[in-house]
């Protein structure tokens, strides 16, 4: 792969200068390369955000014995799923690296299994990338630490206990595992991988925080000591990286000390670590650019580890990045026109939609976040409704048998007059459905409200006709000829 080639002459050329003792290597990440790594080496059998134990275990398994790994079994979850550590290199600069420790929290376990291919391929252009890593790192990775979490898709395990808060009393099994491979290694870097909400943005835009970094405090008054320095300039490294592909998406994760979370932990037992936290991103509700960030991420990360190149950013450049909030919603309604009580008035509505797991699918349910002046709420989907008035939809008189006798077409047509909801004449087996209705077989829709909490399901009309359908949380533009796609709505 010529495009490649590239790369190495700018990995040599970093290299050649360490000699030079502090650091100051100008080494420039090769987007082109990264983003043509990911490209090559994505893992094709993971494509969603709910992928199990079972769907990892194998792409581990493969690669014992072939002698580019070190593939261990550290032990077992409370229900007896095998958690394991890839090793690679054999370089003094160790790097543990684990991932979902959060059962629901996926994206950057799907980037390792990238990794992991990228690591085993060959003759691509980038086998300078690997015998640099190879001769300079040992890795050791510990994907999806949480599989009983990760199997229901729920944050803890199946204690209940959050393996984050466990690291000081070290009550769960998991989290024993960690500890005790943390005292085993001893690692000098750490990268421990999280996914956070989607509703954390960069304060004051509407920008999410798609990706959020800590170099964790190691203790209360959250000094800053070597170790915690150089996590720090890896952050730093990480957040000019991105800024190129997500301008103005990066944040810091509350630096509060945590006593009893392994971030904290790891730095104050001398491995300088990195908290990855993978927010949202507009139109990717399965996080698969994301999971390219995470890829891209932490493989420059390694390579700059590998290269001590980190030392050139600075303690005051991590400092800059601003701490995330939470302004975000997915979708914001400005200005509309609500009559009630016999008065008339004009609120902000913002809603969100809660995703419900069904195995490895989900549903989202939707309600009313906030009523009232939401001026410093940002929304996923936003939209001035100025001019247009609050209004509830109807049940259509006709019943049918499935969803399939209504065409998307058709939908469209409902809304357009003011129908929001059909039933079904019985409950078929599999309820998803991607209609832009309320398709109900015995729970009829509550009339709508827009008040705090209740389902978000109305219309916004203008002179009495409707212009805007918003059906489980989803905003329908109903003058639009293209039919919205990928709705997770659900029969209920
Ligand atoms: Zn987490």
Request: charged share 20%.
């Amino acid at each position: 792969m010529k495009p490649f080639a590239y790369i190495i002459a700018v990995i040599l050329a970093a290299t050649a200068c360490q000699g030079s003792g502090q650091g100051r290597i100008s080494y420039v990440p090769d987007t082109t390369a990264l983003n043509g790594a990911f490209e090559i080496y994505r893992e094709p059998t993971i494509a969603h955000r709910r992928f199990k134990h079972a769907d990892i275990e194998p792409l581990i398994l493969k690669r014992k014995g072939t002698g580019i790994f070190d593939v261990t079994q550290l032990g077992v979850s409370v229900l007896k799923k095998p958690i394991y550590q890839l090793t690679y290199g054999r370089g003094a600069k160790k790097v543990m690296l684990w991932s979902q420790m959060h059962g629901n929290e996926p994206t950057a376990t799907m980037a390792l299994m990238d990794l992991f291919n990228f690591l085993e391929g060959e003759g691509d252009g980038m086998d300078s990338i690997r015998s640099l890593l190879k001769t300079e790192t040992s890795l050791y990775f510990i994907p999806m630490l949480n599989p009983d979490g990760a199997d229901v898709y729920t944050r803890r395990n199946a204690m209940d206990i959050d393996l984050n808060r466990d690291a000081r009393a070290g009550a769960t099994v998991e989290g024993r595992l960690l500890i005790q491979a943390a005292k085993t290694v001893q690692p000098d870097y750490g990268f421990n991988l999280h996914d956070m909400n989607i509703y954390y943005n960069v304060p004051g835009t509407p920008n999410p925080a798609t990706i959020a970094l800590l170099a964790p405090a190691y203790n209360e008054k959250r000094e800053i000591n070597e170790v915690r320095a150089d996590a720090m300039k890896i952050a730093a490294g990480i957040n000019r990286l991105l800024q190129g592909y997500i301008p103005n998406g990066v944040a810091k994760y509350d630096d509060t000390y945590s006593p009893r979370s392994f971030g904290d932990n790891f730095q104050s037992w001398g491995a300088s670590t990195v908290l990855i936290e993978s927010g949202g991103y507009r139109g990717d509700p399965e996080k698969q650019f994301i999971r390219k960030l995470n890829f891209i991420i932490i493989l420059n990360s390694l390579i700059e580890i590998a290269q001590g190149s980190f030392h050139q950013y600075s303690i005051a450049e991590y400092e800059g990045i601003p701490f995330s909030a939470s302004q975000l919603s997915d979708v914001v309604l400005r200005h509309v026109g609500v009559s009630r009580d016999s008065i008339d008035y004009k609120i902000d509505l913002s809603v969100n939609r809660n995703e419900q797991t069904d195995d490895r699918n989900y549903y989202v349910q939707s309600h009313i976040a906030d009523v009232g002046d939401l001026q410093e709420v940002y929304g996923y989907d936003e939209l001035d409704a100025e001019g247009y008035h609050f209004m509830q939809g109807r049940i259509h008189p006709r019943i049918v048998n499935s969803v399939d006798e209504i065409s998307p077409e058709q939908a469209m047509d409902f809304l357009r007059q003011g129908y929001h909801a059909v039933q079904v004449a019985k409950m078929p087996e599999n309820r998803h459905h991607q209609l832009p209705l309320i398709m109900f077989y015995q729970r009829k829709p509550l009339a709508a409200s827009p008040s705090l909490g209740s389902a978000a399901n109305f219309f916004l009309a203008r002179d009495g006709k409707p212009a805007y359908a918003v059906i489980n949380g989803y905003l329908i533009d109903l003058s639009a000829q293209k039919q919205p796609q990928n709705l997770k709505n659900y029969i209920f």
